[in-house]
């Protein structure tokens, strides 16, 4: 059959994206194909009101994992195991020291430490096997940590006391951090300005599983012995003498799936304690859970899943993992609070137990356990001690996000699935008719021939390129989704050029082998039978008559039976590609770890060969986990096998999404050479900040999911991932229309990615289809995005440069107000856009609730972000209304804007600019700054073509500060309003100043009387229309003073 042809098409299903047509060639394989899939359709057509939790590995449902919870409750704990050699310490090539590591139940020493300090203040703490049975695999360098690696911190003292080797320097933040590495056991103690933020190992609960031969029960050491009873020798979680679970080192079932394990054990696991008060810790992405980490009885799972209608409040793994763990550590007597964060670099399943030393306790040390099925220990502490201090060290660790175009900033229109390229356009069209501005449209899976990614219906898209260029003339961009698997047929030249080039991931047919180490005992050669020693040769027997007589036989006691040798997997047992199901039905998962995969799948984007497409279309890849209909746990068996390396899918897993959207975002790179890639990503890991933009998943139509969406876009942005949303109205059922105006007013001021999505089965929920009252209120929403986005991009290029998170935790920029520590107002209703805009969201009916409480920080004042009445900082029960929630822009910024909103952010490029000033109450100041560029191309780079300007407001004055760059040509430098509030009274006249000559000009001031808001006084606010506008790429030439 062809592309497109017969099949499941009228069929819906699924997992995640949920039930998305099955349609296409690869499921015309005759009969068995069919009824099998026709049973996991069936299965998966069964109503759901939650997540299916069976399908879905608890900790205690995992051997390692199992395995760790009972290593840590062993009898004394204490005993040290491991212990570092500090004979062995030795400087390495990249700036770093090594030292050997022993076991004391062992004669050698066979793990290499290797530390690491660097200058941006971070402390790497790595563990490997010194000659290991077999290589466990180590993340390429420069996938995750930068490569080269980050500079070392210069000057590092090393100096030894008793039983630690200490190493002390200065971050380039002016931090004296301090690192004691303990020899016995071995642990590691991290200091800031003289306080202790963090223990690696303290608790000693290290674990560090080497690989054995097939079926050994001990690793490889001169004092073990290979026959000898794990349970004989207190090694590893692998070989104790504690009620050992020998259960799933080397096989283990779970789902209808059995895992192979050739290779044995090889878990790792460690604790941290944060130290001092610790009122909350943080992070932890990806996780719907509160912002403010809950401590479950079940460990956070890192474990990368298309999870079908994921449950609120729950520790279970989502599409993505960054295991970054942020601490609060509060002051006392006098002394400020710091942060610091814990990385774990580790693509494997991973658990992360949060505990106290207390259950409930709200205060004090917090704890958390890290356990990983394989790969290598690699930590890293991030010093801090200030939040920006630590998300800078992030950046300088795992490198710099890349600038977004501005277009990806601005609102996406999304569906699964608009239908034809009539259907799109009429979106389009539509969008245009009732005056709403979007930038981006999307076409989900249906738009393919078939589901084979690289290609169009020709039925219901027979001329895309007309389409993608009608969209294109309108200054708007078009997104297609590409996901990783590989629809099955020989005609379909993408699947069978990755088949040709050995490139998919492949399965193993396993077979079993006599172990040649197991060798038959000496003794074995016992005959079945013997001469009975108690038969007596008769007297009457004549041998002449009789025959000669023989000796009767009987069974022999020492026989020890037929000789059979301890049977092992295979380790030469055939391959083949490995096959899954998917949309397309049986497809092929390509092995993007692989460089070489990874080029050819950018190549497959270029304009000659995805046809269709044109340079303003870009990509968004789903279902990357990866999601896997039949395979365990919806996903890619872990015993699969990588061809680049040799490698287990356990070894990479979490690492799967994040090598695809690299391969997209390389791809597109060389696409357009000097354009700015947009990839959308799924599933992501450390890192995925370099290349992709990150959405929530599928959501619900829950107000709960609209609350809980806050804390989840916090986590990531704290995470280093700050290109990310959620699904705007949720993926899943239908909001109302009150439901609908509360997420798109939560959205366009706390997600950088802005994007409307929803299910197939869903009405249409496009802001027009709606009633006109709640049209018109959503369209207000949109056009206050629209008129904030040079606030946005100023803000991302903070990022892009210093790593500060776009938006942000309310502690991440008043560490010193406690009250953003864990008042539950403060942590999970609200954020920060900046350090300009604070954001509450409304996340309940007004049929429950016409009030809300908030919470404003401890800083100058606030303005309300619609009226410009000023509120002290306090707590307050405020009134909602449905036409916005409560927003604030912090007292003492300058904030650019733009007045003028057209139909897509580049419409607006050369129309000029706001400045709204809000003015310190305390100081009469304020002071803020504005970034530009062309927002499309990487021109920045060159140290010119760009603008970035300083603003102040002192004395009843705003000028330029400071001014760097070349106003490009492609935008607008210009100021044509300016808007002050905070004034103590009405002014009079404002004078304009454009050159070093002093030429002046005179200009009409409007001004009102603002009323106060909570807790604050009435101020004035003045509009000054700026005639000539003030060209901002003149540098600090001109000033505008207001009387």
């Known amino acids: 059959a062809g592309l497109g042809s017969g099949g499941f098409d009228s069929l819906s299903f699924g997992p995640s994206a949920c039930r998305r047509s099955l349609g296409g060639a690869a499921m015309a394989r005759g009969p068995a194909t ?208 504690h009620g050992l679970d020998t259960h799933g080192l080397w096989e283990e079932d779970f789902g209808g799936h059995t895992d192979k394990k050739p290779r044995g054990p090889a878990s790792l696991g460690m604790d941290v304690t944060f130290e001092g008060d610790v009122p909350g810790l943080f992070g932890l992405p990806e996780h719907m859970v509160k912002a403010s980490l809950p401590f479950f009885d079940e460990p956070y799972r890192f474990f990368n899943l298309d999870v079908f209608e994921y449950e609120n409040n729950e520790p279970m793994a989502l599409y993505g993992a960054v295991p970054l763990l942020w601490a609060i550590h509060r002051g006392a007597g006098g002394e400020p609070s710091l942060t610091s964060a814990f990385l774990w670099i580790n693509p494997s399943e991973t658990f992360v137990k949060l505990e106290r030393d207390t259950q409930g306790q709200a205060g004090g040390p917090a704890h958390a356990w890290w356990t990983s099925e394989s790969g290598v220990l690699d930590a ?134 006599d172990d040649p180490t197991d060798a038959k005992p000496a003794d074995w050669e016992q005959p079945e039978k013997i001469d009975d020693p108690a038969a007596v040769k008769p007297e009457v027997w004549n041998d002449e008559e009789d025959g000669k007589w023989e000796v009767p036989k009987i069974a022999n006691p020492a026989h020890k039976g037929e000789w059979k040798g301890k049977q092992i997997t295979d380790p030469n047992s055939p391959v083949s590609d490995f096959e899954g199901w998917c949309w397309p039905g049986t497809s092929g998962y390509p092995d993007f770890t692989d460089p070489r995969m990874r080029d050819y799948w950018g190549s497959q984007f270029a304009l000659d060969k ?50 695809h959207h690299r391969a997209t975002f390389e791809g597109l790179e060389k696409r357009v050479p000097g354009d700015r890639p947009f990839v959308l990503t799924r599933s992501f890991f450390i890192g995925s900040h370099k290349y992709a933009a990150i959405w929530t998943g599928d959501n619900y139509a829950k107000w709960e999911h609209l609350q809980t969406s806050i804390a989840m876009v916090g986590a990531l942005t704290l995470a280093g991932q700050s290109l990310v949303g959620a699904d705007v109205g949720g993926f899943f059922k239908h909001p109302d229309s009150e439901m609908c105006v509360r997420w798109y007013q939560l959205g366009v001021l706390a997600y950088p990615f802005l994007r409307n999505h929803a ?108 009226t410009g009445a000023f509120s002290a900082p306090g707590r307050y029960d405020v009134p909602v209304t449905m036409q916005t929630i409560p927003a604030f822009y912090r007292a003492g910024t300058v904030v650019p804007l733009k007045s003028r909103i057209r139909r897509s952010s580049a419409c607006m490029a050369m129309d000029p600019h706001t400045l709204n000033v809000y003015v310190n109450p305390k100081t009469g100041e304020a002071s803020g700054r504005l970034y530009l560029d062309d927002t499309r191309t990487k021109k920045y780079q060159d140290g010119k073509s760009f603008l970035d300007v300083d603003f102040e407001f002192k004395g009843g004055v705003l000028r330029a500060s400071s001014a760097h760059g070349e106003a490009p040509s492609e935008v607008s430098p210009e100021v044509e309003r300016v808007e002050i509030f905070g004034l103590s009274a009405s002014p009079s006249k404002a004078t304009l100043t454009v050159d070093k000559a002093g030429t002046k000009y005179e200009l009409s001031v409007i001004s009102r009387q603002v009323p106060s808001g909570p807790g604050g006084t009435a101020t004035y606010a003045a509009v000054v229309k700026v005639k000539p506008w003030i060209d901002l790429s003149k540098g600090t030439d001109w000033a505008l003073s207001v009387q």
Request: proline content about 7%.
């Open 380 to 513: 890293a502490v991030l010093v801090g001690p200030a939040p920006a201090e630590v998300s800078s060290q992030f950046h300088a660790l795992t490198g710099s996000a890349p600038m977004p175009p501005l277009w990806a900033l601005g609102k996406h229109q999304c569906r699964w699935n608009y239908m034809t390229e009539k259907d799109t356009l009429s979106v389009d069209a539509n969008y245009d008719k009732y005056d709403l501005p979007y930038d981006v449209i999307w076409l989900d899976i249906e738009h393919t021939d078939g589901k084979a990614y690289f290609t169009w219906n020709p039925a219901s898209f027979p001329t895309p390129e007309k389409m993608v260029d009608a969209i294109s003339a309108k200054r708007r961009m078009f997104v297609n989704v590409v996901d990783p698997h590989i629809k099955k047929d020989d005609k379909f030249h993408v699947y069978k050029e990755i088949r040709d080039q050995g490139f998919f991931i492949k399965k193993v047919d396993w077979k079993m082998m």
């Open 759 to 866: 299910h197939l089965e869903t009405p249409r929920r496009e802001p027009y289809m709606y009633d006109e009252s709640t049209m018109i209120m959503v369209k207000a929403t949109l056009q206050l995005r629209y008129k904030m986005l040079p606030l946005w991009y100023t803000a991302f290029h903070e990022y892009h440069t210093l790593g500060k998170p776009v938006v942000r935790p309310l502690f991440w920029d008043f560490l010193a107000d406690a009250q953003t520590h864990s008042d539950e107002q403060a942590v999970e209703n609200q954020i920060m856009l900046s350090d300009v805009v604070l954001v509450h969201g409304i996340s309940k009916p007004l049929s429950e609730s016409t009030s809300t409480t908030i919470y404003l920080p401890s800083t100058a004042g606030w303005y309300d972000l619609y």
């Open 34 to 241: 069919v009824l099998a899939l026709a049973a996991v359709v069936a299965a998966l057509l069964q109503p759901a009101l939650a997540v299916d939790r069976s399908k879905f590995r608890t900790c205690e449902q995992g051997s390692f994992c199992r395995r760790f919870k009972k290593w840590i409750q062993r009898p004394q704990r204490e005993e040290a195991l491991w212990s570092v050699l500090p004979e062995t310490q030795q400087g390495t090539a990249e700036g770093g020291w090594s030292f050997q590591v022993k076991h004391k139940s062992e004669a050698g020493a066979h793990l290499l430490l290797q530390l690491n300090t660097y200058s941006s203040g971070v402390v790497r703490f790595r563990l490997n096997e010194i000659s290991p049975q077999q290589v466990r695999h180590v993340i390429p360098a420069g996938d995750v940590v930068t490569e080269p690696p980050p500079a070392g911190a210069p000057g590092a003292v090393v100096s030894q006391e008793a039983g630690a080797t200490v190493f002390s320097f200065k971050s380039t933040a002016g931090a004296e951090i301090k690192v004691e590495l303990k020899h016995s056991p071995v642990s590691l103690v991290v200091s800031a300005d003289g306080r202790v933020l963090q223990r690696l190992n303290g608790r000693n609960y290290l674990n560090f599983e080497r690989y054995r031969k097939a079926k050994a029960t001990l690793p490889p050491d001169s004092a073990s012995d290979v026959q000898a009873a794990p349970d004989q020798v207190l090694l590893d979680a692998a070989a104790h003498p």
């Open 610 to 659: 995805y046809k269709g497409t044109n340079k303003d279309l870009y990509i968004w890849n789903d279902m990357n986990e990866p999601s896997v209909f039949n395979g365990p746990e919806v996903t890619c068996p872990r015993d699969a096998i990588h061809p680049n390396g040799n490698v287990e899918h356990r070894d990479v897993h979490n690492m799967y999404g994040y090598y």
